[in-house]
C-alpha cells in the first residue's frame, strides 16, 4: 500500500519543515514556507484517497481528523506568518506541534498503527 506510507512520509518532512521554518532566519523560512505547502497538498490529496478505509472502520474519528488536521494547516500558516513579519509566536508554534502530535496519534489510532507497527 503506498498511501499510507506516502502520507507518513510527508508528514514527518511537513513536522521537519515546521520546526525547520520556525528555527531559521526569515530567507531561509520561505523555503520551509513552500515545502511544508507541498506537503499539505500531497497529505491531502493521499489523505482523501485514503479515506474510504477509514470511513468504514471509524466514522466519528475520520471527521474529527479532518478537521484537526485542516485546523493544523491554519494554525501553521500562522505560525509561518508571524515567522515572516518577524514577531515570532511561541505559543502558536507550540499550538502546531501540539495540534501535529494530536493529529499523528489519532492517525494511528485509527489504523491500529499501520504502516509502522504491522
Known amino acids: 500500500m503506498l498511501w499510507p506510507w506516502l502520507h507518513l512520509v510527508f508528514g514527518v518532512i511537513l513536522l521537519i519543515a515546521i520546526i525547520g521554518g520556525m ?6 523560512a520561505k523555503i520551509w514556507v ?3 505547502r507541498i506537503c499539505y497538498l500531497v497529505l ?9 478505509y477509514a470511513w ?7 471527521i474529527f481528523k479532518i478537521i484537526m488536521a485542516l485546523v493544523l494547516i491554519g494554525v501553521i500558516e500562522m505560525a509561518f506568518s508571524k ?4 514577531s515570532f509566536s511561541r505559543p502558536i508554534f507550540y499550538g ?3 495540534l501535529a502530535i494530536i493529529v ?3 492517525g494511528f489510532t485509527m489504523t491500529g498503527g499501520f504502516p509502522l507497527f504491522s
Do not use: C, D, N, Y
Request: hydrophobic content about 60%; proline content about 6%.
Open 56 to 62: 468504514h472502520e471509524h466514522p466519528a474519528l475520520t
Open 83 to 86: 515567522k515572516l513579519q518577524r
Open 34 to 36: 513552500m515545502i511544508a
Open 23 to 28: 528555527l531559521t532566519t526569515v530567507p531561509i
Open 104 to 106: 499523528v496519534i489519532i
Open 44 to 52: 491531502i490529496i493521499s489523505g482523501i484517497l485514503m479515506l474510504g
Open 96 to 98: 502546531a506541534l501540539f
